[in-house]
């Protein structure tokens, strides 16, 4: 966040140590949740990497997907007819049913 130059944006940054698993493990998302108090529905994961796109909302939360250079989501997804562009065009919000299911192997991983 700091080389990005948004750090100032954030009021709070999270830790899956206490949670003992990475993303896209669903119980990441769940503890932020947690903490804020708020539902998973009541969250927005932004991330410039897909398989945290397709963690956050398989688990209810809403997505933005940030198209850095070299990123993308995937060839095969569509973004769906409500989703809405900034004016930059670089940002999309996706709904879930246009998302791959994460393969069972990396649900809870730890690498």
């Known amino acids: 966040m700091k080389h990005a130059g948004i750090e100032k944006y954030v009021e709070r940054k999270f830790s899956v140590d206490s949670v003992r698993k990475y993303k896209p493990a669903p119980e990441t998302y769940r503890m932020v949740a947690k903490e804020l108090n708020v539902t998973t529905s009541g969250l927005r994961m932004v991330a410039a990497h897909a398989w945290d796109i397709v963690g956050a909302m398989q688990t209810g939360c ?21 989703h809405q562009r900034r004016s930059s065009g670089r940002h999309r919000s996706l709904s879930s049913d246009h998302l791959p299911s994460i393969p069972s192997e990396w649900r809870g991983r730890k690498d």
């Open 62 to 82: 809403a997505a933005a997907f940030v198209a850095r250079p070299g990123k993308v989501l995937n060839p095969d997804i569509r973004p769906c007819s409500s």
